[in-house]
């Protein structure tokens, strides 16, 4: 399987040609497609095999896919079995949802809670983490019962540890000295 470098050369020059051709959103959507197609293991390994001539690959891809995407889309996967590398199509599509979004000015953000997080709670966080990155934010978060109580937020190059697990350590190492 690639390197993330890989994916991510894949994914800018994915990006390239959508923007060229004004077809960003149709590539999101295509890739999930492809993405979800592949994780059908069976095909995936099919496609990767280097036993399996081009030719009968590239006819079960255009069997398997027929309309659902455009050309490029079935293109691209020619690319990715003729060289053995179908499987890294979630990472390509992952970084360029993640391009997608740098370009449309959106972060992303993750953050880990004790408990279920209320939907206001949510929005104070989201709004806080807007403020910092000076970004709309897409949350995603997690529960973590280990921390106790508070969150650890994630957004960008920025963590906030308010979790009460960081705040016991850190009075448990100031009242050893």
């Known amino acids: 399987m690639p390197r993330a470098a890989s994916a991510r050369r894949y994914a800018q020059a994915l990006f390239q040609i959508a923007q060229e051709n004004n ?5 999101e959507e295509d890739l999930l497609y492809l993405s979800s197609v592949l994780e059908d293991n069976s095909f995936s390994q099919f496609l990767d095999s280097p036993q399996v001539p081009l030719n009968k690959k590239f006819h079960a891809i255009e069997e398997v896919l027929e309309d659902a995407v455009g050309q490029l889309g079935k293109n691209l996967i020619c690319i990715l079995s003729s060289r053995s590398i179908t499987s890294s199509l979630p990472n390509i599509s992952a970084e360029y949802k993640r391009i997608l979004d740098s370009d ?35 949350l995603n978060s997690h529960i973590d019962s280990s921390i106790i109580g508070g969150f650890i937020a994630r957004v960008g190059d920025h963590l906030i540890d308010g979790s009460t697990l960081t705040r016991l350590r850190e ?7």
Do not use: F
Not at 111 to 127: G, M, N, P, T
Not at 171 to 177: D, H, I
């Open 23 to 27: 077809t960003l959103d149709v590539w």
């Open 171 to 177: 009075l448990r190492r100031n009242l050893s000295y």
């Open 104 to 138: 449309k000015g959106i972060e992303e953000a993750t953050v880990v809670s004790a408990v279920q997080l209320s939907d206001e709670y949510i929005r104070k966080v989201i709004s806080m983490l807007e403020l910092i990155v000076d970004k709309e934010v897409r």
